[in-house]
């Protein structure tokens, strides 16, 4: 396989190797000297905020508990609230101590992290990660101020607090807890770094940066943050969004307290992230896969750091400043604790915009469509295998209109019709009574000329939408169930399969499953959630799996989020067209290909994938004629390419930046090594 000219970004090394900076969480002591002098001279808002925060000390009594329960929604709640009370004031009171001067207030801190350091044995039910990832960070932030300025903290109480630090807070998060909503690994990786710079644990510091670029499930920044600036909890409330986009945000900001830049990775996302749901929350109605929330509508204070850190990048951030201008009359600790004193150099200075790459995909993409005078309209309750039959070698077209279809069994496709809805709103629903897996196949093996187009394939076993889409994942349900199959027995033996405008998803098996077929066309189509581990077992399950296949062109289309397969998987095929895909957040690979000849990969968007973004692997014979190029390939768990064995290939102009973690970004090998796991 030939290899050139591969254009490669990393984060930057040097930072890993540094020792850490003191204090150094939110801020650096230049970061507070400026701060202090900002307040001490009337600047505004800084003088303000300083008079608020005074204001909070109204006797603060620190209440202690040896086990804190937090149950879902604060329900039991034993200790949580003095627990969240206590870190809070703890920082309030350092930060007037460090404004001040006035030993009363470092004090009053020492007193509430001296309360809780030798009592605090654990914390438990539901929410214990939660409220310790919460609380962590905060307390290590007035730790550091104590610690490092003249405060009279002494070392045996310092040892103390790193002892709660390291046998209650530490063990509780060190797994991290991906399969909640991303707000929760947000909030521990936040908590982790401020902790691994309190201890200087480097090595503590580095897993969580990496679990913030490549965790799994929901856990990483990628995972949460999607190209078009939609978030993994847009669809669930705009409390959790905002409460996830901060914790992300507040890790950022420690990181680049410490030298490390998460704020520019990808295009600015996290910018993205904030522009998006700050411009909703302002009166937008930007678009969405799935159904934007409008419950928890109200600002939170989260938004003045990362609006003083794009804009002194200049990034420009327009949403974000406006939701910042909203409350920053009533805030505190967060206008304060956003200055720095330098930014360095200004760089991505670009607009945070959104990925076209794939965008946008599935049901609802085509915005208009020509439905001929003669087609067969079904309604909802009527029977659209009855339309096929009739329409069968024809060309006619059957239209589902909006609504949902309950097939009573699977949807046996014939030979000369084309299948279209009227996008979102029409809805395949196989009944799970009928016991049978797919809701789509091939009525025979020679069928040809089939049209599927500007619907919706439900795959789940229930049509409606949880208010947390996180808990009715596919990979929870405990079912089987999938897309289209359509299946031959002998190469090309299928033609003439087109799928356009179409949203599968929810399939515990394949999304989609194309064999021995030719000329197979996939535009424009959303394959989410499909492939778990149902039998025959994960990782041969996947959005879209092509075997047997000739003359293929999949473009345009959004593959993403398999939670045990990948994006698209092609076996035994050639003449294979994968451009202008979005491949994103898949529990495998982003593209996988085996033994296939004539396969092109470009200008695709390759993203957070849990193993490499684009393997080529060897079995027998190989992959011939390869190309894979001019593809954004970044922030996958593996390498950005990884290819054996395959021969007269070329990997070239890709763009990479974050794949794994040794800094490696493709790995081309000759060896006819073969994947065991």
């Not at 605090?120 to 960070?137: I, M, Q, R, S, V």
């Not at 009928?434 to 020679?446: M, P």
């Not at 040794?662 to 073969?674: E, P």
Request: glycine share 8%.
């Amino acid at each position: 396989m030939t290899v050139t000219a591969a254009v490669t970004t990393v984060l930057p090394e040097t930072a890993f190797s540094q020792k850490f900076i003191h204090p150094g969480v939110n801020q650096n002591s230049k970061d507070l000297e400026q701060m202090k002098k900002m307040v001490l001279d009337g600047q505004q808002p800084y003088k303000d905020a300083f008079e608020r925060l005074k204001a909070t000390d109204t006797g603060f009594v620190v209440k202690s508990h040896t086990h804190v329960l937090r149950g879902p929604y604060g329900k039991p709640n034993i200790g949580g609230d003095d627990l969240s009370k206590g870190a809070n004031m703890a920082y309030n009171y350092a930060l007037l101590w460090y404004i001040t001067n006035d030993k009363t207030y470092a004090n009053k801190a020492i007193e509430i992290i001296n309360a809780w350091s030798p009592v605090l044995w654990d914390l438990d039910y539901n929410d214990a990660k939660l409220l310790a990832a919460w609380t962590g960070h905060i307390f290590c932030n007035a730790a550091e101020i104590l610690r490092y300025t003249n405060s009279g903290w002494q070392q045996k109480d310092i040892d103390k607090f790193t002892n709660m630090l390291m046998t209650v807070y530490y063990p509780l998060m060190r797994y991290y807890y991906p399969q909640a909503n991303g707000n929760w690994d947000g909030a521990i990786i936040h908590s982790i770094l401020a902790m691994a710079i309190f201890t200087d644990n480097r090595k503590m510091f580095d897993n969580a940066i990496d679990h913030f670029l490549h965790g799994p499930v929901n856990g990483g920044i990628l995972k949460y943050i999607y190209p078009s600036g939609q978030c993994q909890e847009t669809t669930r409330d705009q409390g959790h969004v905002q409460l996830g986009l901060g914790e992300f945000a507040g890790a950022a900001q420690i990181a680049f307290t410490q030298g490390v830049d998460l704020f520019s990775l990808a295009g600015n996302r996290i910018a993205l992230g904030y522009e998006y749901t700050a411009g909703f929350l302002s009166g937008n109605t930007p678009q969405a896969y799935g159904t934007i929330s409008e419950r928890a509508k109200n600002l939170r204070d989260d938004y003045e750091y990362v609006y003083r850190h794009y804009t002194a990048q200049g990034v420009p951030v327009p949403y974000t400043k406006r939701a910042a201008d909203s409350v920053r009359l009533k805030a505190t600790t967060s206008v304060l604790s956003s200055v720095r004193a330098s930014y360095g150099k200004q760089q991505n200075a670009a607009t945070p915009t959104p990925s076209t790459i794939g965008y946008v995909a599935g049901a609802g993409a085509t915005s208009s469509i020509n439905i001929p005078a003669n087609a067969i309209i079904v309604q909802p309750g009527e029977s659209i295998q009855k339309a096929i039959d009739e329409a069968a070698g024809t060309g006619r077209w059957i239209v589902a209109k909006a609504g949902i279809h309950k097939l009573l069994t699977t949807l046996k496709m014939k030979s000369g019709v084309t299948l279209a809805g009227e996008g979102l709103k029409t809805i395949l629903f196989l009944d799970p009574a009928s016991g049978e897996r797919e809701a789509v196949i091939n009525a025979d093996n020679n069928m040809h000329d089939v049209t599927i187009r500007d619907l919706v394939i439900e795959c789940a076993t229930k049509t409606e939408t949880h208010s947390d889409p996180n808990s009715t994942r596919s990979y929870r349900g405990g079912y089987n169930r999938g897309g289209i199959m359509f299946r031959t027995l002998t190469e090309g033996q299928m033609k003439n399969i087109n799928l356009v405008s179409l949203t599968v998803k929810n399939g515990t098996y394949n999304g989609v499953f194309i064999n021995g077929a030719s000329n197979v066309n996939v535009t424009r189509c959303d394959l989410s959630e499909n492939g778990v581990s149902v039998p025959p077992g994960q990782k041969l399950m996947h959005n879209l799996l092509i075997t047997y296949c000739t003359q293929v062109n999949v473009k345009d289309s959004r593959l993403v989020t398999s939670p045990y397969g990948s994006g698209i998987a092609l076996d035994q095929s050639s003449n294979v067209i994968v451009s202008n895909c979005e491949i994103a957040r898949n529990g495998y690979y982003g593209v996988l290909v085996t033994e296939s000849s004539n396969v092109s990969v470009t200008n695709n968007l390759v993203e957070a994938n849990d193993r490499s973004g684009v393997m080529v692997e060897f079995l027998q014979e190989g992959a011939e004629n390869m190309v894979v190029s001019n593809n954004i390939i970044h922030y996958n768990s593996g390498y950005g390419v990884e290819s054996y064995a395959a021969k007269q290939s070329k990997v070239e102009n890709n763009t990479y930046a974050g794949n794994g973690n040794n800094g490696v970004q493709q790995k081309v090998s000759n060896d006819k090594f073969i994947i065991m796991e």
